[in-house]
Structure formats: structure tokens, C-alpha cells
């Protein structure tokens, strides 16, 4: 089975601070993801990575940096946080192979920025 | 660019059959995923289409169109599980990223 594991479930932070969202794949993947998901506007890509030490920004990067130091690990940074990024945070992995290639999603960290 | 439309809502009764439409503009054609997701938790992969036609799988199929830019996905004989959100997306030209619709809420009642 594939298992994408994210470090918290819940999260609550101040403005201002730094926050270190980590996402672990165990089926080694080359293709992980970070999105946050908003009622009425669905999955936002934030950045992806299709290899260790790449990094490629989304639609919606403002806010974000990344990191992926290993295969297995996708760290999403807030370098600021700010009240506009409470949201829920996906992260998925896929395997390349030029045809399907599905997402797994990991369960999801519901970030509350007050 | 890429532009994915699903209905926002759709409320059913437990056993009935249930059609939920995606309709997509896109550049270039990559195939179409639905996936479910239930409240709180992780989307989860229901199916792919890359044809023409309709996939089973159990009580769920999705059907494409490639010429007419549509997708759907029909849940039989629905249960009270069955409550959830289900995406419809589609791969960018880059192949491994998705553009994901808003989500449809289906609701089943009693």
C-alpha cells in the first residue's frame, strides 16, 4: 500500500512565526507535491518536486519556499505566517512513468494561523 | 490553460444512481482522474480515463468524451457512505502535475 505520512494533523501558529510542514513517502515516488485545499476553490498547487534537490513552484508559491534534501521528504516552509494561509494542507506523491501517473494524497494538515 | 467545471452540490437518496459531470478545456489531453474524498480526510484515486468510453469498477464508472471535453462519474445503487466530495482532475502538459476542479459535495440521504 502507499502511504504518504504528514508530519501534524492539526496545527496552530501566530503570525509572524515560521512553520516546517514535513511530508514522508515510503513508496519511493520521484514526483511529491504540496497543495492547500479552500472551501469553493478546491486543490491549489503551491510547488512540486520531480527529484531530490528540484523544486518547480505551482500556481500559488507566494508565501512558500520547499525542500527536498531526500527522496522520501517534501518540507513545505512558511517563512511568515499570515492569517491568509490557514487553510488545509495536502501534500501527494506520484511515480513517474510518462503515462498515469496517479497522486496519493497523505491525510492532511489543517493549519491555523491566528 | 487549463479549466475544469464540476456542479457544486448534488443531493441523492440512498440506492438510487447518481451521475456527477466535469466538463475540461485544456491544452493537450493527458487523461482524467476522479477522486473521492470524504470530509477531513485525504482525496483518495476512484479511476482514470485516457479513451473514449465507460470504465467499471463495482458500484462506480467514469465515462469520457475527449471530443466533447466531458467526464462522469455514475455511483450506483448509493449508499450513506457514499457522502462525500468527489474531484475531477486533469494532468498539465507537464504530465505529472494536476489541475483539480472545485469538487462536487454529494449528499445521501435516507
Known amino acids: 500500500d502507499v502511504k504518504v505520512t504528514q508530519s501534524s494533523r492539526y496545527l496552530v501558529k501566530r503570525t509572524g512565526e515560521k512553520v516546517f510542514l514535513e511530508c514522508v513517502q515510503d513508496?519511493?515516488?520521484?514526483?511529491m507535491f504540496w497543495y492547500r485545499q479552500d472551501p469553493g476553490l478546491g486543490l491549489r498547487l503551491i510547488y512540486f518536486?520531480?527529484?531530490?534537490?528540484?523544486?518547480e513552484k505551482g500556481d500559488i508559491p507566494e508565501g512558500y519556499s520547499v525542500s527536498r534534501e531526500k527522496k522520501e521528504r517534501f518540507s513545505l516552509i512558511l517563512e511568515s505566517a499570515s492569517t491568509n494561509q490557514t487553510s488545509m494542507y495536502l501534500c501527494?506523491?506520484?511515480?513517474?512513468?510518462?503515462?498515469?501517473?496517479?497522486?496519493?494524497f497523505g491525510p492532511g494538515t489543517r493549519l491555523l494561523v491566528l | 490553460g487549463q479549466n475544469i467545471d464540476q456542479p457544486t452540490e448534488m443531493t441523492a437518496t440512498e440506492g438510487a444512481i447518481v451521475q456527477i459531470n466535469c466538463t475540461y478545456q485544456t491544452s493537450g489531453f493527458n487523461g482524467l482522474f476522479w477522486y473521492q474524498q470524504h470530509a477531513g480526510e485525504a482525496p483518495t484515486f476512484l479511476s482514470y480515463?485516457?479513451?473514449?468510453g465507460l470504465e467499471e469498477k463495482g458500484r462506480f464508472s467514469s465515462f469520457l468524451s475527449r471530443s466533447k471535453g466531458y467526464s462522469y462519474l455514475l455511483l450506483k445503487e448509493l449508499q450513506m457512505k457514499d457522502s462525500a466530495s468527489y474531484l475531477c482532475a486533469c494532468p498539465t502538459s507537464y504530465g505529472n502535475k494536476l489541475v483539480f476542479g472545485a469538487g462536487t459535495i454529494l449528499r445521501v440521504k435516507s
Open positions: 518536486s520531480y527529484d531530490v534537490k528540484m523544486k
Open positions: 513508496m519511493d515516488h520521484e514526483n
Open positions: 501527494a506523491s506520484s511515480q513517474r512513468t510518462g503515462g498515469q501517473e496517479t497522486q496519493y
Open positions: 480515463n485516457v479513451l473514449d
